[in-house]
């Protein structure tokens, strides 16, 4: 939630930020805004409601000269997103700009605080006060800007990535972080500031990670001094981010979420690569066979997530107890966190997360990690705070993901999941040496298959035409396919806002059945698995009561080809493994049922990729 950009250097900064918030965009696009120290060391700031295109064009005409800056795109929290609660905010003397990214929740009484001290405010952001009161510090005490963000934020209870430059100080950019994420840009000659790598990719791969409650200075001509909230040194040593331009870049698909869906063969390679040998018929994760001892021991598995990783997290019980035989409970991470869970020291916490920044799934991890639990991540951003927080785990490898809906992160971190319960079942001696090699085999294939999948890209296009009209749409799934049902209505609610609801297909008789009429189109998930025929009865009672039927087969159906309106038709696979491909075909219905009906499919309205806040 919400983009930040920095910039310090010997370049103009201006067209440095507008592009970094445009690759920051996915965090959230309710209003965007830039602030710039001119030659005469004026601050100028700059800021607008809508998308950073719309700061670009209010700010046509303007002086927007400066070699240091700082730049927001904003995912309102406090206040509605306008041009007053836009940042930059400025400080009551005008002197300071601050942007920030977090929640700051001892705002009312520091606003409190303030207003004694004769400050007003002009937003209804939480942000606000953050300026005030490093103006307040630093007029107070005597400060330099360092110094008084470093006092100043000893009093703030809350998560903040923040960057602040000063009227008349233009070789100083401060930064800190706690709870959100930032880094660090070191150029040649320049630096830079980033919620992420991607906004600052095109002009070094020299990075350095704050860690929490760490402040930065950025000065030109000398190397960043970092320290502590409480005034220790610290000395990071810089890292290379390996990103590829091309990665963050549309590649002449129409949005980034067609260009994704149609990248999980390739994304599904490197998550695999090197773990899945071919020529052997085994997988190999060190992070499993490393931690051996410790899943052994285990009495229980714990997967916690949030939204699509969550879905992921469903799948990985089904695949877990059925092939380790070990227990698992799959939790969204907003209700663990708060609800006084028994978590024991022999238990094992898997947090699933694409951004590695997902607040609440943070905040799961930290409360496990009190009890004693091991902590063993599947992340796909490398270095990112989860990744950080884990003991140990495996990386998605699916290459940055842009759209907000998730595509290729979902079907990596299923297949890590499947890695996971192969080589898990395989050391605990729960599947057979048989099973073993025949789901590998069918692994291995799974990406020509997906590629199957992604040449009806097409046929699935025509089948969305026809059902723009709807209002309501329900999915069904049974087994390993219930998760994917309710991945399949959260993509269509994204991004093309048709209410959609996923349901496991006999519990539909249990109240949703009451909702089918002649207009209501139920997607049904029925590949010829274990389960098939108990599908096939659910499909005649959706066909009695006039339902329309599109339903996901595979090829050489005939039951329920036979009652469905639609069928899309995908080659067969291990049962295990059948979410990797039914997934696709949903996810191309909702980009196309969405992108028909003209919707903003990679940034869809009050949503927003990292969900930094709780
Ligand atoms: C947001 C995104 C989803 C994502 C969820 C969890 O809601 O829009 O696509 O699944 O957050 O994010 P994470 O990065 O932890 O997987």
Known sequence: MCGIVGYIGHKEAFPILIKGLKRLEYRGYDSAGVALLNKDLDLNVYKTKGKVKQLEAYCKGKDISGNIGIAHTRW?????????????????????????????????????????????????????????????????????????????????????????????????????????????????????????????????????YLNDEEVAELRLGSSPKIRTLKDQ????????????????????????????????????????????????????????????????????????????????????????????????EVEVASELRYRYPVIEKDDILIPISQSGETADTLAAIELAKEQGAFIYGICNVVGSSIARATDSGTYTHAGPEIGVASTKAFTTQVAVLTMMALTLGKELGTISQERYKKTVQELSEITHKIEKILLLDKEIEKISTVFTYARNFMYLGRGYNYPVALEGALKLKEISYIHAEGYPA???????????????????????????????????????????????????????????????????????????????????LSYYIASIKGRDVDQPRNLAKSVTVE
């Not at 905010?89 to 004769?118: F, M, R, V």
């Not at 949005?255 to 052997?280: D, V």
């Not at 519990?507 to 998930?525: F, N, S, T, Y």
């Not at 009652?563 to 979410?579: G, K, N, Q, R």
């Open 76 to 208: 309102a929290t406090h206040g509605e997103p306008n041009d007053r609660n836009a940042h930059p905010h400025y400080s009551q003397s005008e002197n300071l700009a601050l942007i920030h990214n977090g929640i700051i929740e001892n705002y009312l009484s520091i606003k409190k605080l303030l207003i004694n001290e004769g400050y007003s405010f002009k937003s209804d952001t939480d942000t606000e006060v953050l300026v005030h009161l490093i103006e307040y510090v630093k007029n107070r005490y005597k400060l330099d800007l360092f110094d008084a963000v470093k006092r100043s934020l000893n009093f703030v209870v809350g998560a903040y990535a923040i960057g602040v430059i000063e009227k008349g100080n233009s070789d100083t950019l401060v930064a800190a972080r706690k709870g959100s994420p930032l880094i660090l840009g070191v150029g040649e000659g320049e630096f830079f500031l980033g919620s992420d790598a991607t906004a600052i990719i095109e002009y070094t791969s020299n990075v350095i």
């Open 233 to 328: 040194e610290v000395n990071h040593e810089i890292k290379k981010i390996e990103l590829a331009l091309e990665d963050i870049e549309k590649g002449g698909y129409p949005h980034f979420m067609l260009k994704e869906i149609h990248e999980q063969p390739k994304s599904l390679e490197m998550c695999m690569n090197g773990r899945l040998n071919r020529e052997l018929m085994e997988i190999k994760l060190s992070g499993i066979t490393d931690n051996i001892e410790r899943f052994r021991s285990a009495k229980r598995i714990l997967i916690t997530a949030c939204g699509t990783s969550w879905h992921a997290g469903l799948i990985g019980k089904y695949l877990i107890e059925e092939l380790c035989r070990i227990p698992v």
């Open 506 to 588: 006999a519990e539909m008789k249990h109240g949703p059945i009451a909702l089918i009429d002649d207009e209501m189109p139920i997607v049904v998930i029925s590949p010829k698995v274990r389960i098939y025929d108990k599908v096939v009865s659910n499909v005649q009672e959706i066909k009695a009561r006039k339902g329309k039927i599109i339903a996901i087969v595979n090829e050489g159906d005939v039951d329920v080809k036979k009652m469905a309106d639609f069928c899309i038709e995908i080659p067969s696979t291990d049962e295990c493994l059948t979410p990797l491909l039914t997934v696709i075909p949903l996810q191309i």
